[in-house]
C-alpha cells in the first residue's frame, strides 16, 4: 500500500537513492526530486503510475494510491486509498470537486476543501481488459462528467472554435478516422492524438509518434526509430500565440519504451526542426505527468529501488516526483561543487568552458576541512596519506600560484612529513611566479618568499622544540599563526619544558626583542620552575636571558635581582639536599653572565664581571651572594647547620654560641674546639676567652628568668610581676595578656557607671550595651565598644555597622566613610554590604515631605560613596564586583532623581516598567507643552510648581533626555517618542531635525530602527495626504529618501532588507519627484568650457548617459500615488498586504505612461511585482499549521490572484516601457549601448533580434546609430549563444565602421554596405585614387574583408606612377581636377609602399607592360617607373635597368633638332595614343631602346650635326658595350659561387655545417664570429677530456683565406667585443677608457692561459697579490656599474666598516648593491647587527635567497677558519656560539648540515656534530646522515661523557648504541659508582634480553648486578651456575 508520502526540500534531494541515469544533450536541465511515495507494505509488483498537472495542482496516481498537491507543489492536501487501482482523475469547479474512476467501475465524486465523499457510482463493470475508463474529461454542459469505457463506440464530439473535425474511433480494430473532412484510413492504430496550431500528432499503438496536416491529412514527420509511450506539448508562452507563432517556441517532450537494460529514456526535442535538445536516463517504471502546452516545467514520475540498486527484477520500492527545468551551466556547477562531486564538476566545467579553476578550488577547501578534521584523530595513518596525496595533485592542478602557496601554508597537514614537502613545493611555485614577467594578478594580499621561508622556519622550531610525536594540524597551524612567540615560551616554561622554551628562545628571541618590556620580564621569571635541571637553567640565564635583559631593558636589573634573590632563597626549602651551593649558583649567574657585543652575539672569551650599580636590589643580592658563601664554609668547613633566615640574624660571635649548643655531648666539647670553633675564631679574629665568658653569662639569665615565671594571686606585687614577664619573651606571655586585659573591660564598664558584671555573661546583652555605649556618642565610644566585643570573641561587624548608621542618620558621612575605609578591607565589605541593605529598606518608606525627603537623600548619596568604595576593594571576586557595580549604579540614578528631579523611588519601583513608562510619557507631555508654550510666548501659563509647592524647573529637552537615560530608556527610543509625535502635530522640521541630529552624533543600530520609523511614518502620511507644516524650500522626498539610505547604513540585520526596500521606493518616489519639477539646468545649452573649471552637474548631463525626454508629471497627483504606493508595500499587519497594492501601483504606472516617463515606469514596475512576489510567496510559505484551512486557502487564494494579476500587468508595463525605451535609446544623440543591452535581454530574444533588424533596416545609411545597435546585437546574441546571429551582427559592425570611417575621406559606403566581402573589391580604386587615403587604410580594408593586398598595393603604385602620365585615363573628376604632384613625391610614395608587398614578380610584371604602354617622349614617367622596378630587385626581368636608365639620363639632357620620323607616326597609331607635343623636343625612348639597331640609327641619323655628335656618340657607345658587361657579371657570379662552395666544403669537413652556419657562407666574417661562438667551446672548458670536438681554429683560418680575409683583425674585434661590451658604464673612470669589467675580463683570460710563474714575471708580485687584486677588480667592476668612482689604491686604503655601511646607506634599494654589500661583508668580516638586519630582509625581498643562505653557513663556518685540533678555549666559545647561531637560523632546512657536523667532526666536537645531526629536518635525510652519530656517540663513550647525557633525550640513543656494540659494562659501572642501582640493573635485564638471554629474570636485582660486575671485561652475556 503506497501510503507514505513525503514532500522533499532541495536539500533532503541528496538523502534520497536518486539513481539518475547519464544525461546528454546541448541544452542544461536541472532535476530536482519534489515528492517520494513509498508503501507501508513489501512491493510484489511494480506499480503502476499515471499523474496530470494543470494551474489548480498535480494529482499522482500509484496503483490505489491518490495524492493531491497544490499549485506550488509545496503542500499535500489530500492522499486517500481506494479498494482498486484508479484509471482516471480529475478536477473540477475550480478545484472545489475531485472525481476518481476505478477499476472496479465505481465513480467517485469528492469533495476537497472538506475531503467528504459526495457520491459514488458504479458506472461500469470492472474490465477484462487493462483498464475500465480510459479517459476523463470535462465539459461545460448540462452534464458534468462524460467517461469513456472501452465498450463505447463512439466518442463524445468536441465543440469550440479549434474544432477541427468530427473524429470516432472503433475499437474493435483500433482504427482512427477524420469523418468530416477526408478519409483518414492512413492513421491506424491511434492511442493518442493532439492538435497544435495546424498539425496533428498521432501516437499509435506501435509506439511511433507522427505528425500531420490538419487539412491535408498528410503526414509531415514520423520517428520510426523511436519507439515512443508518452508524449507531451509544452511552451513557455501563452497558448493563444501559438496560432500566430507557429511552432517556434514549442517544446516536444516523449518517454521511451524500455530499451535492452530495461531502462526508458525521456527526451526533449525542439519543434519544427525536431531537434534533440536533452536526454535523461530512468528507470522502467516511469511516467509523465500530464499538463496543459503552457508549462515550463517538465514532471514525471520514477519508480526506483532502495540503495541505490541497478535495475533488477526486483520490483521498485520507492516513487519519486521530479522536475526538470532548463538551467544556467554556473547553477548545476555551483550545485556539484555543493555536492563534492569534483569529478564531474570538473567535466562539466570542461564541456561548458566554465572556470575549472574554480572546481579545483572548492575541492581544495573540501579538502581543507577534512586536513581540519584528520588533526582530530578521525583518520588513520594510510587515509591521512591518501589526503596529503590528494591535496598536492589538486594543487598542481591550480594555476593561481598567490592561492596555492596561502593553501600550502596555512592548511592543517597533520603529518610532518607533508607540511616540510608542501612548504616546499610552495616556495618552488612563488620562485615561478616571481620570475615570470607577466604573471597574472592574484586575489587577497600577495604572498612573498619570506612568508614561505617564515613558515619553514617556524616548522623547524616546531619539530626541534615539541617533537614530531606531538605534531598535529591543529597544533601545527596554531603554532604557526600564533604571533606571541614570548607568550608560548612562558607558557612552556610554566608547564616545566625548560629545553622546548630555550629552543624557542634561541630560534625567534628577535620576534619579542622590539616589544620586549619590564613586564615581560617578570612574566618570563614567574612562569620559570626550578624543578628543572638547575645546571641548565643558570646556563640559560647565564649566557642568554640576562645579557638580553641588560641590552634590551636596563632597568629591569632590579627585577632580576629581584627574583634571583627570592629564587636562591627558595631553595633552601625546595632542594634541601643540595643548599646552600644551588642557592650560591644561582645568585652568582646575575654577576658572572656574559656581555653581549654589538653584534646581538656575545663576545668571545670576554667573561668581564658586571659593574654593578648602586640600586638597592643589587646590593641585597651581592650580600646574598656573600652570606651564602659564608654560610657555605659554616657547612662544609665548619659542619654547623643553620637556617640562612636564623644566619642573617647572627654575628660571628653569635654564631660561635650556635655552634657552642649544638654540642650534644660533654666529651665532645674538646674535640669540636679543636676541630671546628678555634679555627673559626682564628679566621675572625675573636678573643676566645671573652667570647666564652659571655656565653656563659646569658645562660645564667636565661635560669633566672624560667625561675620568675610561677603564677601568683592577683594583688600589686602579682601585678608588678606580671608586668615584668610581659616584658620578657615567654610562653606564656599571651594568657598573661589575656587575663590582663579582662580585668581591663570590667574597669571599663565601671566609667560608663555599669557596675553589674553579669550583663557580660550574655551575648543579647553584650550587644545591647554595646549599642548603649555607642549612643553615647563619647570619642572613645568606638574604641570602648570594640574592646568588648574583642574580649568576648563576638564579630566586630555589628559594632562598626551600628557606629555608621548612627553617624549617617546624624547627617555626619565624611565621618562614617572615614571610619569605613579605615576597616581592613574584609570587614569594610561586611559594613558596606550591611548598609547597603538598610538603605533598601529605608528607601521602600515613602518621604512625601521635605523632612523626610532630606535625610533620604543624603542617606543615598552617602550610600553611593560608601558602594564606590566597596567597589574599589573588589578585585578578586568578579561576581560580587559585578554585583556592586550593579547596586552602585542603581544608587546613583536613584540620588540623581532625588536631586535633580525630586523624584523618590524604591529600587523595587525603578524596577517597574509600566511605572518608569508612565513617569516618562508625563515628562514628555509636561516638555511639550512648555515647548508650544513657549514658541506662543505663553511660558507663564504652564504649571512648573510641585504638587507640594516646591518650585520645579521647567523641562527642558537636555532634561528631558537625562530622565530617560536615568529611567533605562535610551535617547534613542526617546528620540523616536519625540519624532513621531511631532510628525502626528504635522511638525516635519522638528521630526527631521531629530534624526538628523542622531544621525549627525550617534551611529548606531537604535538610529537606524530610529530613522526607519520616522522615514516610514512620513511615507504613509504622504500617500493618505494628511496635512503637514513644511518648511520653505525643504525637499522632502529627498530628505525622506536620504533618511531612508541613513537608516539602511546603521540598521540592525534584522531590520536591513525592510530599510533596503524602503530605500528603493523611497528613491522612485525622489526621481518621481524630480520628473515633477524644472530645474535651472533643465534647459542650459550644452557648452564645453575649457580649462579645468567644468561644472560637475554639467559634466554628468551631458556625459554618454541616456537621459529620458518625458513630460513634467504632476506632483499632487504623481507624489500622492508613489507613496501610497510606499506605504501599502511596507511592512504591515493584516490579514493579507497585497490587496491595498493594486490600485496605487496601477495609478502610479498609468501615470507614467500617460506622461512617457517609461524608465521610472519600468523601474517601479519590476520593483513593485518583484516586492510583491517575494512577500507572497514568504507570506503563504510562513502560514502557521494551527490556522484554519478556510482561512489559509482564502490567503491562498487571494495571493494567487492577486500575483497572477500584477503578473500580467506587469508584463504589459515592462513590454511597452522597453519597446519605447529602445527607441528612445537609439534615436538619442549619444547612443549609451550598454543600457539598451540590458534593455534588450528582458525581452524574449526572437522578438528582440526582430526589432533590432527593424531598426537597422529602418536605418538607412545612419551608419552611427547601425553600428550601436549592431554593437547591442552582437553582445545580445552572444550572451544568449546565437552564433549565427552574432556573425551577422559582427559583419554589420565591421561594415558601419568602414562607412563612417570613409565616410571621412567624402568616400562613399553605400554601394557595397551591407553586400558579400567579395563586392567590397568594387571599391579599392575608389580609395587608391583618393589621395587623403594612405596605404596603412588600403591593407586595413584588405585585411578586414580578407582581399588580396598584393593586388591592392600594385593598383595603388599603379596609380600614384601614372597620375601625371599622357596615358592616364582615370575617369574620376576629382583626380582630373586635383593638382599634380611632382615626380619625385610619387616616386617617393611608391618606393615607401614597395617593402610592404609580399611578392614583387607581379609589380614588376605589370609595370614592364605599362613601362611599354607609356608616352615615348615621358621621361619623367618612365624613369619613375624604371626606379620602381630597380627597387623591387626581381632578377628576372627582361629590361637592363641600368642601361635603360642611363639612357634617359643622356636623352634628358638632349634637344631635338630633326621632327618626328614615320616610324614615331606608325608607333602611336600602333600603340593608338596621341602624339605627344614633347615629340618636337625629345628622341622617343622606346624605339631607341626596345626595337632593332636599324630603328636606332634611322633615328639617330636625322640628329646628327656637329653639335650634337658627342651626346649622340655617348648614346650610341651605351647602346653597343652590353654584351661584354654580361660576361663580367657572369664571371664574378662564377667567382663568387666558388668561394661559397668552398666555405661550405670547409664546415662539412670539419663537423660545422648546420643550419644556422649554412646561412651565413655569403658573409664569411659573420659566420667566424658565429664560429667562435659555438656551443663546443663551452663544453671544452666544461670537460677538456672529451673527444670529437671541432677544431674551430683550423676551420676559421680556412674560411679566411678562402675569402681573403684578415683573420688577426677579426680576432682583434671579437677580443674588444668580449673583453669590452659595446655598452660601457655612463662616464670613464681614472684617466683611462678601460673599465675595471674589461680588466677583470682580461684578467681572468690571462690567468686561464698563462703559468704562475709566468704571470708573477709579468706583475712583478706573487701570485697571491695577484689573485686578492683580481678579486678587487671585480669588487670595482660592480662599484663601476652602481657609478661610484673607486681606484685600485682607495679600495685597498679605504676602511671596509665604513665603505660598506656608505654604500648600503646610499644603494640599498638596488638589488645589485645589495648582492654586493653581502659579498663585502662576509669577504671582510662586516658582521653589524643592524645591518644585517636590514640586509638580510632586502636580500628575502629582492628573491636572492642563495645569497642569504650563503650569508648564514659563512657566519656558523667562521670560527672553522682559524681554528685547529683540538681547539683552544677561546675556539671552543666561538664554536659554541656558532652552533647557538645555527639553531637560530631561520633558513635551517637550506644548509648543509652534514657538512657543518664534519667541521666539528675535525675539530674533535662530538657532541656538536651529533647535535647538527638531529637538527636536520628532513627525516629520511637525517636517518640516513644519523649514522655518522655511530662516530659521536664512540666519542662520547670514550671520554665518559655519561652524565651530560643521562636524564635527557638523547640517552635512549646512547643506550641502544651501547647494546649494539656490546660496551654496556662501561655505563654500567657509571650507574653503580653513582648509586644508581635500579638503572644499572633495568640496562642489564634490557641488554641479556637483546641477547637472547631471558633466564635471568628470577635472579635478584643485588646479585645479577655482582654477578656483572665480578664479569670479564669482555664479556657479553651471564650465565648462571
Known amino acids: ?118 457520491l459514488t457510482k458504479v458506472l461500469a463493470e470492472q474490465s477484462t481488459s487493462e483498464k475500465t475508463y480510459l479517459n476523463l474529461f470535462f465539459v461545460k454542459d448540462n452534464a458534468d462528467a462524460a467517461i469513456e469505457k472501452t465498450d463505447m463506440t463512439t466518442a463524445k464530439q468536441g465543440r469550440g472554435d479549434y474544432v477541427l473535425s468530427k473524429w470516432e474511433v472503433d475499437p474493435s480494430n483500433a482504427l482512427v478516422s477524420a469523418q468530416s473532412f477526408a478519409d483518414s484510413s492512413l492513421i491506424q492504430g491511434a492511442a493518442k492524438l493532439q492538435v497544435l496550431d495546424n498539425q496533428l500528432f498521432v501516437l499509435d499503438t506501435e509506439n511511433i509518434l507522427s505528425t500531420w496536416d490538419i487539412y491535408s491529412l498528410t503526414l509531415i514527420w514520423d520517428w520510426p526509430l523511436i519507439h515512443i509511450e508518452e508524449f507531451l506539448l509544452t511552451t513557455e508562452s501563452d497558448s493563444s500565440q501559438v496560432t500566430w507563432q507557429g511552432l517556434a517556441n514549442v517544446k516536444l517532450i516523449v518517454m521511451t519504451m524500455p530499451d535492452d537494460k530495461q531502462m526508458r529514456s525521456l527526451m526533449v526535442f525542439a519543434l519544427p526542426t525536431m531537434q534533440q535538445l536533452y536526454s535523461l536516463e530512468v528507470s522502467l517504471v516511469s511516467s509523465l505527468v500530464q499538463s496543459g502546452i503552457c508549462a515550463d516545467t517538465i514532471y514525471f514520475l520514477e519508480g526506483i529501488h532502495e540503495k541505490h540498486q541497478m535495475p533488477s527484477e526486483e520490483p521498485v520500492s520507492i516513487v519519486v516526483m521530479r522536475s526538470l527545468t532548463e538551467a544556467l551551466p554556473e547553477n548545476r556547477l555551483s550545485r ?96 615561478k611566479k616571481d620570475n615570470r614577467t607577466n604573471a597574472p594578478p592574484s586575489d587577497g594580499a600577495p604572498v612573498s618568499i619570506a612568508e614561505v621561508l617564515r613558515a619553514q622556519a617556524r616548522l623547524t622550531t616546531f619539530c626541534e622544540a615539541f617533537g614530531l610525536e606531538k605534531f598535529s594540524g591543529i597544533a601545527w597551524t596554531e603554532f604557526l599563526n600564533n604571533e606571541d612567540v614570548f607568550k608560548i615560551i612562558v607558557v612552556q616554561l610554566e608547564e616545566g619544558n625548560l629545553a622546548c622554551a630555550q629552543y624557542l628562545w634561541l630560534r625567534h628571541q628577535a620576534d619579542f626583542e622590539s616589544s620586549f618590556d619590564e613586564k615581560m620580564l617578570k612574566d618570563l621569571l614567574n612562569a620559570i620552575h626550578f624543578t628543572a635541571p638547575l645546571k641548565e637553567l643558570c646556563v640559560w640565564l647565564q649566557n642568554f636571558v640576562i645579557p638580553f635583559s641588560r641590552r634590551v631593558v636596563p632597568d629591569g636589573q632590579k627585577i632580576l635581582a629581584n627574583w634571583l634573590e627570592q629564587a636562591a632563597r627558595n631553595l633552601e626549602l625546595t632542594d634541601k639536599v643540595n643548599w646552600p651551593e644551588n642557592g650560591l649558583q644561582v645568585a652568582e649567574v646575575f654577576f658572572t653572565s656574559k656581555n653581549q657585543g654589538e653584534l646581538g652575539v656575545t663576545a668571545f672569551g670576554k667573561w668581564t664581571p658586571l659593574r654593578c650599580g648602586d640600586c638597592e636590589e643589587i646590593q641585597r643580592l651581592k650580600k646574598l651572594v656573600n652570606d651564602l658563601q659564608e654560610l657555605r664554609n659554616l657547612y662544609r668547613k665548619y659542619n654547623c647547620r643553620l637556617a640562612f633566615c636564623d644566619f642573617e640574624k647572627e654575628n660571628a660571635a653569635t654564631i660561635v654560641f650556635r655552634m657552642l649548643d649544638k654540642i650534644l655531648a660533654p666529651e665532645l666539647v674538646p674535640s669540636i674546639l679543636e676541630k671546628f670553633i678555634k679555627p673559626y675564631l682564628c679566621e675572625h679574629n675573636l678573643q676566645k676567652d671573652e667570647l666564652f665568658l659571655q656565653y656563659v653569662k646569658l645562660k645564667f639569665d636565661a635560669v633566672l628568668q624560667i625561675m620568675h615565671g610561677a603564677v601568683v594571686p592577683w594583688c600589686a606585687a602579682v601585678e608588678q610581676l606580671v608586668r615584668q614577664h610581659l616584658e620578657m619573651r615567654h610562653v606564656k606571655v599571651k594568657l598573661l595578656q589575656e587575663s590582663y586585659r579582662l580585668m581591663e573591660m570590667k574597669k571599663l564598664l565601671r566609667a560608663y557607671g555599669i557596675r553589674d558584671t553579669n550583663l557580660l555573661k550574655d551575648k543579647q546583652m553584650i550587644m545591647r550595651l554595646v549599642r548603649y555605649i555607642l549612643k553615647q556618642d563619647t570619642p572613645t565610644c568606638l574604641e570602648d565598644a570594640l574592646k568588648i566585643v574583642e574580649a568576648y570573641m563576638l564579630p566586630t561587624g555589628e559594632v562598626y555597622f551600628l557606629r555608621m548608621m548612627d553617624l549617617i542618620d546624624k547627617e555626619r558621612g565624611e565621618e562614617s566613610l572615614t571610619l569605613l575605609k579605615s576597616l581592613p578591607l574584609a570587614k569594610a565589605e561586611e559594613v558596606a554590604e550591611r548598609l547597603t541593605l538598610w538603605g533598601r529598606l529605608v528607601l521602600q518608606n515613602k518621604a512625601d515631605d521635605p523632612e523626610e525627603q532630606n535625610p533620604q537623600m543624603f542617606m543615598t548619596k552617602t550610600l553611593v560613596e560608601v558602594l564606590k568604595f566597596r567597589c574599589s576593594i573588589q578585585k578578586d571576586n568578579p561576581v560580587k564586583k559585578y554585583e556592586c557595580e550593579e547596586n552602585l549604579k542603581m544608587f546613583e540614578t536613584l540620588a540623581t532623581l532625588q536631586g535633580y528631579f525630586d523624584i523618590f523611588l524604591s529600587d523595587e519601583e525603578y524596577r517597574n516598567p509600566s511605572l518608569i513608562s508612565a513617569l516618562l510619557e508625563d515628562h514628555i507631555s509636561s516638555y511639550e507643552r512648555v515647548r508650544s508654550a513657549s514658541k506662543s510666548r505663553n511660558v507663564q501659563a504652564v504649571d512648573c510648581n510641585s504638587e507640594g509647592g516646591k518650585p520645579k524647573t521647567p523641562p527642558t529637552e537636555s532634561r528631558l533626555y537625562r530622565l530617560a537615560l536615568l529611567l533605562q530608556v535610551s535617547e534613542h527610543e526617546l528620540g523616536e517618542k519625540l ?277 537597422i533596416n529602418n536605418s538607412w545609411q545612419n551608419y552611427r546609430k547601425v553600428l550601436a545597435v549592431a554593437l547591442v546585437g552582437a553582445e545580445l546574441a552572444g550572451q544568449y549563444g546565437e552564433a549565427e546571429e552574432k556573425r551577422k551582427f559582427q559583419e554589420l559592425v565591421i561594415d558601419a565602421e568602414w562607412g563612417i570611417q570613409l565616410a571621412k575621406f567624402g568616400i562613399s559606403f553605400e554601394t557595397v554596405f551591407r553586400q558579400p566581402p567579395v563586392r567590397k573589391k568594387e571599391l579599392i580604386r575608389v580609395l587608391v585614387q583618393n589621395p587623403e587615403v594612405d596605404t596603412d ?159 636606332f640609327w634611322n633615328i639617330i641619323s636625322a640628329e646628327l650635326s656637329e653639335e650634337t655628335f658627342p651626346t649622340l656618340l655617348l648614346i650610341s657607345k651605351l647602346m653597343k658595350d652590353e654584351p661584354r658587361e654580361k660576361a663580367e657579371v657572369l664571371q664574378r657570379n662564377l667567382h663568387l659561387q666558388y668561394k661559397r662552395a668552398a666555405t661550405e666544403n670547409v664546415l662539412i669537413t670539419n663537423n660545422l655545417n648546420t643550419g644556422e652556419h649554412l646561412k651565413c657562407i655569403g658573409k664569411p666574417a659573420n659566420l667566424i664570429v658565429l664560429l667562435y661562438e659555438h656551443h663546443s667551446i663551452d663544453q671544452r672548458f666544461q670537460n677538456p677530456a672529451g673527444r670529437d670536438y671541432p677544431d674551430i681554429h683550423v676551420a676559421a683560418k680556412e674560411i679566411a683565406e678562402i675569402n681573403n680575409l684578415d683573420m688577426n683583425k677579426i680576432c682583434d674585434k671579437l677580443l674588444a667585443k668580449w673583453l669590452c661590451p659595446s655598452t660601457p658604464p655612463p662616464g670613464p673612470f681614472g684617466d683611462t677608457q678601460l673599465t675595471f669589467a674589461h680588466r677583470t675580463r682580461a684578467f681572468r683570460c690571462l690567468l686561464y692561459l698563462a703559468d704562475s710563474s709566468t704571470v708573477e714575471s709579468l706583475f712583478k708580485k706573487p701570485m697571491e697579490k695577484v689573485k686578492y687584486f683580481l678579486k678587487c677588480c671585480i669588487y670595482l667592476a660592480e662599484f663601476e656599474i652602481l657609478n661610484i668612482p673607486y681606484t685600485y689604491e682607495s679600495f685597498h686604503k679605504s676602511p671596509k666598516e665604513g665603505m660598506i655601511k656608505g654604500l648600503w646607506k646610499n644603494h640599498s634599494h638596488e638589488p645589485r648593491a645589495v648582492r654586493l654589500v653581502t659579498e663585502l661583508s662576509l669577504e671582510y668580516k662586516v658582521y653589524d647587527p643592524q645591518l644585517w638586519n636590514g640586509l638580510l630582509q632586502k636580500l628575502l625581498g629582492f628573491n636572492l635567497i642563495p645569497s642569504f643562505s650563503r650569508a648564514w653557513r659563512s657566519v656558523v663556518l667562521s670560527p672553522f677558519l682559524t681554528a685547529s685540533c683540538p681547539p683552544s678555549p677561546a675556539q671552543l666559545q666561538e664554536c659554541r656560539e656558532c652552533f647557538v647561531i645555527l639553531l637560530r637560523c631561520p633558513v635551517l632546512a637550506d644548509l648543509d648540515m652534514v657538512g657543518i657536523a664534519k667541521q666539528y667532526i675535525q675539530l674533535d666536537l662530538p657532541a656538536f656534530a651529533l647535535g647538527c645531526l638531529l637538527v636536520i629536518p628532513h627525516s629520511e635525510k637525517r636517518e640516513q646522515q644519523i649514522q655518522i652519530s655511530s662516530l659521536v656517540l664512540d666519542s662520547i663513550i670514550n671520554e665518559k661523557l655519561y652524565e651530560q647525557f643521562w636524564k635527557t633525550k638523547y640517552y635512549p640513543l646512547l643506550k641502544q648504541h651501547l647494546i649494539n656494540t656490546h660496551r654496556v659494562k662501561e655505563l654500567v659501572d657509571y650507574f653503580a659508582k653513582n648509586n644508581c642501582l635500579d638503572d644499572a640493573t633495568a640496562l642489564i635485564e634490557e641488554y641479556q634480553e637483546k641477547c637472547g638471554n631471558p633466564a635471568l629474570a628470577d635472579v635478584p636485582a643485588s646479585h645479577l648486578l655482582q654477578m656483572y660486575l665480578n664479569g670479564s671485561e669482555g664479556s657479553c652475556v651471564l650465565e648462571l651456575p
Not at 338 to 365: P, R, S
Not at 1133 to 1141: A, D, E, K, Q, R
Request: glycine fraction near 4%; hydrophobic fraction near 40%.
Open 1 to 118: 500500500m503506497w501510503n507514505d508520502v513525503e514532500l522533499l526540500l532541495n536539500d533532503d534531494t541528496g538523502q534520497l537513492p536518486v539513481g539518475l541515469g547519464q544525461e546528454c544533450g546541448t541544452a542544461l536541465y536541472q532535476v530536482d526530486s519534489l515528492l517520494q511515495i513509498t508503501s507501508s507494505e513489501k512491493v510484489s509488483v511494480n506499480p503502476q503510475l499515471h499523474a496530470c498537472s494543470s494551474r489548480d495542482g498535480s494529482i499522482i496516481v500509484v496503483d490505489r494510491s491518490v495524492a493531491l498537491l497544490d499549485s506550488t507543489g509545496l503542500s499535500l492536501l489530500m492522499h486517500i486509498q481506494f479498494d482498486t487501482n484508479v484509471d482516471v482523475v480529475g478536477m473540477c469547479q475550480d478545484k472545489q470537486f475531485l472525481v476518481v474512476g476505478e477499476r472496479s467501475g465505481s465513480l467517485h465524486l469528492i469533495h476537497i476543501p472538506s475531503k467528504q465523499t459526495l
Open 336 to 431: 556539484l561543487l555543493h555536492k563534492h562531486k569534483f569529478t564531474e564538476a570538473e567535466n562539466f566545467a570542461i564541456q561548458f568552458g566554465l572556470d575549472v579553476e574554480l572546481v579545483y578550488k572548492v575541492k581544495a577547501n573540501t579538502i581543507l576541512e577534512k586536513l581540519a578534521a584528520a588533526s582530530l584523530g578521525s583518520y588513520g595513518q594510510e587515509a591521512l596519506l591518501d589526503l596529503g596525496n590528494e591535496a598536492k595533485e589538486n594543487l598542481q592542478k591550480i594555476q593561481d600560484s598567490q592561492f596555492v602557496v596561502n593553501y600550502c601554508i596555512n592548511a592543517p597537514w597533520p603529518l610532518y612529513e607533508t607540511t616540510r614537502e608542501m612548504l616546499n613545493y610552495a616556495k618552488v611555485r612563488i620562485l
Open 1337 to 1495: 587604410l588600403i591593407l586595413n580594408y584588405c585585411s578586414t574583408f580578407m582581399l588580396d593586398s598584393d593586388a591592392a598595393l600594385q593598383l595603388c603604385i599603379e596609380t600614384l606612377l601614372l597620375q601625371n602620365s599622357n596615358t592616364n585615363d582615370v575617369e574620376d573628376d576629382s583626380a582630373e581636377s586635383s593638382e599634380r604632384q611632382p615626380h619625385s613625391t610619387l616616386l617617393a610614395k611608391a618606393l615607401k609602399i614597395i617593402p610592404l608587398l609580399s611578392s614583387t614578380k607581379d609589380l614588376v610584371m605589370s609595370l614592364s607592360g605599362i613601362l611599354c604602354k607609356l608616352d615615348p617622349y615621358d621621361y619623367e614617367t618612365l624613369e619613375i617607373v624604371l626606379r620602381v622596378i630597380q627597387s623591387a630587385d626581381e632578377k628576372n626581368t627582361s629590361i637592363q635597368l641600368s642601361q635603360a636608365l642611363s639612357l634617359l639620363k643622356h636623352l634628358q639632357s638632349y634637344t631635338r633638332i630633326s621632327p618626328p620620323v614615320d616610324l614615331e607616326h606608325q608607333y602611336v597609331l600602333e600603340q593608338m595614343i596621341p602624339l605627344s607635343p614633347a615629340a618636337h623636343t625629345r628622341l622617343p625612348f622606346h624605339l631607341l631602346f626596345f626595337r632593332t639597331a636599324l630603328c
Open 979 to 1255: 519624532a513621531l509625535r511631532a510628525l502626528e502635530d504635522g511638525k516635519v522640521e522638528v521630526a527631521v531635525n531629530i534624526c538628523r541630529e542622531f544621525y549627525e552624533n550617534s551611529w548606531h543600530e537604535s538610529t537606524g530602527k530610529l530613522l526607519f520609523a520616522v522615514c516610514q511614518r512620513l511615507c504613509q502620511m504622504l500617500g493618505a495626504d494628511v496635512p503637514m507644516i513644511t518648511p520653505h524650500g525643504l525637499d522632502l522626498p529627498a530628505v525622506i529618501h536620504q533618511l531612508a539610505g541613513q537608516a539602511a547604513t546603521l540598521c540592525s540585520p534584522d531590520l536591513v532588507l525592510d530599510c533596503l526596500e524602503l530605500c528603493k521606493y523611497t528613491s522612485l518616489a525622489k526621481e518621481i519627484h524630480g520628473q515633477c519639477q524644472m530645474d535651472n539646468y533643465e534647459f542650459t545649452a550644452e557648452t564645453t568650457p575649457s580649462g579645468g573649471d567644468k561644472d560637475p552637474y554639467e559634466e554628468w548631463t551631458y556625459d554618454d548617459f541616456f537621459k529620458e525626454d518625458g513630460i513634467v508629471l504632476d506632483p499632487q497627483t504623481s507624489l500622492l500615488v508613489a507613496y501610497e504606493l510606499t506605504s501599502a508595500l511596507l511592512p504591515v499587519c493584516g490579514h493579507n498586504f497585497l490587496l491595498p497594492v493594486g490600485c496605487p501601483f496601477s495609478a502610479a504606472v498609468q501615470n507614467l505612461l500617460d506622461c512617457s516617463q517609461f524608465q521610472l515606469a519600468l523601474q517601479l514596475t519590476v520593483c513593485a511585482f518583484g516586492s510583491c512576489l517575494l512577500r507572497g510567496i514568504s507570506n503563504t510559505m510562513d502560514l502557521a499549521p494551527s490556522e484554519k484551512p478556510c482561512d489559509s486557502s482564502l490567503l491562498l487564494t487571494e495571493t494567487r490572484s492577486f500575483l497572477t494579476a500584477m503578473k500580467e500587468r506587469s508584463s504589459s508595463v515592462i513590454r511597452t516601457s522597453v519597446l519605447n525605451l529602445l527607441h528612445k535609446v537609439f534615436n538619442s544623440r549619444v547612443i549609451d549601448q550598454n543600457l539598451a543591452l540590458g534593455y534588450c535581454t528582458v525581452l524574449p530574444k526572437e522578438e528582440m533580434f526582430n526589432k533590432l533588424w527593424e531598426i
